[in-house]
């Protein structure tokens, strides 16, 4: 498909347990936008990376998250030391460009025991 | 920050009714104003959206309107149908060339919309 693909689609982890969340973008898209999305709400802003470098982790809750996007594609979302706060549902959006129609994946549900 | 506000929270309609749900948003600077659909466990999908150098767009049953000055825009879906039943978030963003709100989206709380066969 040449969709935004997301793995794994659900998590469940233990609290304390660290996670690594992954993103496929769609081939060629510059922009990656990762956001989290708790239940009932909007999805708020975490990062952003254009290619391979982070722009902007105004939006990351704490020092637990981390992001990367090694190559400039896949982008992969770390939470350390997870925490009953962070369940919710992480997604992952592209771009041509940076100010282009963001195409969004299907989201990582995490709920943290 | 931005920060936008919609309502209502929920909406139910009978089939064939129309829908409208508001945004405000607060910072004058936002020009880019998409709207999304969420269905039940799948991702938003972009339905409409509205640059702010134009007033009203519209496609098929679905319109947006948009007032610079109130800073509020608004999502019309008309002769609704049960398919149309969803979540639908407004968004903002700052598109400026040069900027470094590189696109990101402030979304609103989100709209639970019904529509009753």
């Known amino acids: 498909g040449a969709g935004v693909s997301q793995s794994p689609r659900y998590k469940v982890a233990k609290r304390g347990q660290d996670v690594a969340l992954r993103c496929d973008p769609i081939?060629?898209?510059?922009?990656l936008f990762w956001y989290q999305q708790a239940l009932g709400q909007g999805p708020e802003f975490l990062t952003y990376?254009?290619?391979?470098?982070?722009?902007?982790k105004s939006g990351l809750p704490s020092d637990r998250f981390f992001a990367e996007r090694p190559e400039g594609s896949v982008s992969t979302l770390k939470i350390q030391r997870t925490q009953q706060e962070d369940s919710a549902v992480y997604l992952c959006?592209?771009?041509?460009?940076?100010?282009?129609?963001?195409?969004f994946g299907p989201g990582t549900r995490l709920t943290v025991l | 920050g931005e920060n936008v506000e919609q309502h209502p929270s929920t909406l139910s309609v009978q089939e064939g009714d129309s829908a409208v749900i508001k945004c405000t948003y607060s910072?004058?600077?936002?020009?880019?104003f998409p709207w999304y659909k969420q269905e039940l466990g799948k991702r938003p999908q972009l339905i409409i959206d509205?640059?702010?150098?134009?007033g009203e767009k519209k496609d098929q049953r679905i319109a947006v309107t948009l007032n610079k000055t109130a800073k509020h825009f608004s999502l019309h879906i008309t002769e609704t149908q049960p398919e149309d039943s969803a979540v639908y978030f407004c968004?903002?963003?700052?598109?400026?060339?040069?900027?470094?709100?590189?696109?990101?989206?402030?979304f609103g709380q989100g709209t639970i919309l019904t529509v009753h066969p």
């Open positions: 959006a592209s771009s041509l460009l940076e100010y282009n129609e963001q195409f």
């Open positions: 081939s060629g898209h510059v922009s």
């Open positions: 990376f254009q290619n391979e470098a982070q722009l902007d």
């Open positions: 910072d004058s600077a936002s020009n880019y």
């Open positions: 509205i640059r702010s150098n134009v």
């Open positions: 968004a903002a963003s700052m598109t400026h060339a040069g900027g470094t709100s590189y696109g990101k989206l402030t």
